[in-house]
């Protein structure tokens, strides 16, 4: 039980202080951090040997406040995020499969049992960790020896449950594509393009039992749908003029991948001519999605739309949105309520949708990107795509892959339990809520991540919390599964415990995805009021509960929440939130898209770009990890300010979605010649592929964009573009590469050391 204290909270926080760090005498060198280690345990709390690891769930609070009261005058927001599909790293253990005789399920509130049960009575009942109802133990889980401990459900916080279901009944999935072939589409060469990727991802698409179904529509200022008579032959077009009264035309539109393999080859081969000589520059995408919904009604599925025009005719046309006549805070919603129904049908029939935008001009994609957001999908934008740049396809070509290779669940309901005194005020993310803590996500993608917004609503009674997420979905081989994710949480009345544990990029992830949602209801601006009071508020509530008001206040702040401003800062540079009319509507809309949906470790390179100098790199660089397999030894990352740019040296910045490489006339021409095959003046600059490596140095820096490469398409599935810019680079060039550094002063943004002054001017009134 937890000690309740009956002095008031400065009294007792004055006897129990937290180491502080004084921001202005303290240099900082963001090298020291990692990103990904976890919290420190305070001492004399439960060690949590067999809590969930942590990418796949953390919480800003790792030690939970007792109290209210407590919890509302610390004004630390309580955040948990879930990333409960996401892909296995080199090393990771597999999650244990189990399939017990009879299922062990809390009478009362239905949790799973899990390593943090209490058992009782020799073994015969336990105590559930999350409601405190005692249960019947199932007689084979009563222990012999240490036999009984070894279960995985027993030991292991994340495991599955498979339900076997009769070959019959096995569910296949079910995918749609739906293309813009208007001209700008032919013209860029991205309908060829797409078409070759998918001819050639068709082996990769999973399809364990033979059973996988795919379908095709085409649209510009028709809708046409392909219909498969043949299992050799292309199939034939039926062309549907009617934008507005739409139905299918045939009832076996989608066929059986395996068995129609050479036909659907032979159809991607000759789609980009059969539209080669097309002129369109109308597009009737709406009404193609209402033939895809009518299509995929009843039986649920995947879209895969790839669009290049504003939908501009049809069902949902939508007209150019001037962002210097909408309100700010409507500017980021969708303009036509068509989609906003449509989506809400989608997740009705479980369809989802990942949506591949190519804008040449404005697309909005403020409103297309709900279609992904609300569904569970994936959104990516590829400006200005031409496949005559190697870049472009060689991006298009690894991301689109991985959308049709990867693994994925269908139909997922999620379930969250949690212990008494903790309740859900909000959830942010790519997910639907049925109700206060049930959720629906047509497909579960491995790259998206969900954010649960926590309050301590009650007092709470217990030494311990629990969180536990109940996930069922169908697998790829049509299985029904029951993911379980359980965590657990130490409460205290300690002060110090609380914000020594306080883990940041969990929290600075929260308040990125929360100030996506303002943005969403109430525009960019709300969102970074958000943003900088939420940092003033917590660093002043802790002021006033360990300092008087009398004593000096220079900008100590605890140890723990030292990077706060940093990545407050960080938020508000970012062009998602940035004070800048440079910034189209449609860029911020897909940048506030990648940080509501994406990982922890995703949203913090995208907020803290990693900033490697890689003209003096020492002989570790490049190297293997000693026991780490398929690692790379980076260099240190060095802090983002122009100050660490010498005049000849090389650098690489990596802020999640693009690679850049700055160099100047000054660099080592050795360096360059090898790295780019040329001498400074014959560089282009702009977006490059680096050429074959000719010696060490080359082999090095292709090593380290390889593997940044492999990580991004592995956590977030972004395959960043390489920008080399240099000295005469045009002005866009050069300062999409130097907003990358946070440190220096923009002019839509303080300097790090100015900002730390504001700070400190707002605590001091």
């Not at 060689?394 to 994925?408: F, G, W």
Request: net charge neutral.
């Amino acid at each position: 039980m937890p000690i309740f204290e009956t002095e008031n909270l400065s009294f007792y926080s004055k006897n129990k202080l937290p180491k502080f760090t004084n921001l202005f005498n303290e240099k900082l060198n963001i090298s020291q951090f990692d990103y990904h280690i976890l919290p420190k345990l305070p001492k004399g709390t439960v060690i949590r040997s067999y809590n969930a690891t942590y990418s796949y769930i953390s919480s800003s609070l790792n030690v939970v406040p007792y109290s209210k009261s407590m919890a509302k005058k610390l004004k630390i927001p309580f955040s948990i995020l879930l990333s409960p599909y996401r892909n296995l790293h080199e090393g990771d253990a597999p999650i244990p499969v189990v399939n017990p005789e009879n299922l062990a399920i809390c009478s009362f509130c239905r949790a799973y049992i899990n390593p943090f049960v209490t058992f009782m009575d020799d073994n015969s009942r336990y105590r559930c960790n999350i409601c405190n109802q005692i249960n019947p133990l199932p007689s084979f889980y009563k222990w012999s020896g240490k036999k009984g401990m070894k279960r995985p459900e027993l030991v292991n916080p994340v495991v599955d449950y498979v339900f076997p279901m009769a070959p019959e009944d096995l569910t296949s999935s079910v995918y749609l594509f739906i293309l813009d072939v208007s001209y700008i589409s032919i013209q860029s060469g991205m309908v060829y393009t797409v078409a070759h990727t998918i001819l050639n991802a068709m082996n990769k698409i999973p399809n364990p039992n033979d059973k996988v179904k795919v379908g095709f529509i085409t649209v510009d200022s028709n809708v046409h749908f392909f219909k498969f008579d043949s299992k050799t032959e292309c199939p034939s077009m039926i062309v549907l003029t009617d934008l507005e009264d739409i139905f299918v035309p045939s009832p076996d539109l989608f066929i059986n991948l395996k068995e129609y393999k050479v036909a659907i080859e032979e159809f991607l081969k000759k789609l980009n001519k059969i539209f080669s000589f097309s002129y369109v520059n109308n597009n009737a995408f709406g009404s193609a999605l209402k033939a895809g919904y009518e299509m995929l009604k009843n039986i649920g599925g995947k879209i895969i739309a790839f669009q290049s025009i504003l939908p501009d005719i049809g069902l949902g046309a939508l007209k150019d949105r001037n962002p210097d006549e909408e309100k700010e805070t409507t500017l980021f919603q969708p303009s036509e309520k068509y989609y906003t129904q449509l989506v809400k049908d989608f997740v009705q029939e479980k369809i989802c949708i990942d949506l591949f935008l190519f804008p040449h001009q404005f697309i909005d994609i403020a409103t297309l990107a709900s279609l992904s957001r609300d569904t569970g999908g994936s959104l990516y934008v590829y400006e200005n795509f031409n496949s005559s740049i190697k870049g472009d396809v060689i991006k298009l070509n690894n991301e689109l892959t991985k959308v049709l290779s990867k693994s994925i669940g269908h139909n997922a309901l999620a379930h969250i339990n949690l212990s008494k005194g903790l309740s859900i005020v909000k959830t942010h993310g790519n997910i639907t809520p049925l109700s206060a803590n049930r959720y629906t996500i047509p497909i579960l993608n491995p790259e998206n991540s969900y954010a649960l917004e926590l309050e301590v609503s009650d007092n709470i009674k217990d030494t311990m919390v629990s969180i536990q997420l109940i996930l069922v979905h169908i697998n790829d081989k049509g299985e029904r599964k029951v993911r379980i994710i359980t965590q657990t949480f130490p409460t205290s009345s300690n002060l110090t415990s609380i914000i020594e544990n306080i883990d940041i990029c969990t929290l600075c992830t929260f308040l990125a995805k929360k100030a996506v949602d303002n943005t969403y209801y109430n525009g960019p601006e709300y969102a970074r009021h958000y943003i900088e009071n939420t940092c003033i508020d917590i660093i002043k509530s802790i002021y006033n509960l360990f300092f008087s008001k009398d004593e000096n206040k220079l900008l100590k702040i605890p140890t723990s929440l030292r990077l706060l401003p940093l990545f407050s800062l960080g938020l508000l540079n970012n062009e998602a939130f940035r004070n800048s009319k440079t910034v189209t509507p449609d860029m911020r809309s897909y940048l506030l898209s990648q940080l509501y949906s994406k990982s922890l470790s995703s949203v913090m390179n995208i907020i803290i770009p990693r900033f490697y100098s890689i003209h003096n790199l020492n002989s570790k660089v490049g190297q293997p990890i000693k026991d780490v397999k398929d690692s790379v030894t980076f260099p240190y990352s060095q802090n983002l300010c122009s100050d660490r740019i010498e005049g000849k040296g090389i650098y690489l910045i990596d802020n999640g979605l693009e690679i850049y490489l700055w160099i100047s006339k000054k660099s080592d021409p050795e360096l360059l010649q090898s790295l780019f095959g040329n001498n400074y003046d014959a560089i282009i600059s702009g977006k490059v592929e680096l050429s074959e490596p000719q010696n060490d140095y080359s082999e090095t820096v292709h090593k380290l964009i390889k593997k940044i490469r492999s990580h991004h398409i592995l956590t977030h599935n972004c395959y960043p573009a390489i920008h080399v810019v240099k000295d005469n680079s045009t002005k866009l060039l050069k300062q999409n590469f130097f907003a990358n550094l946070i440190e220096d002063r923009h002019e839509y943004s303080p300097s790090y050391p100015q900002y730390l002054n504001n700070l400190l001017k707002e605590l001091n009134k």
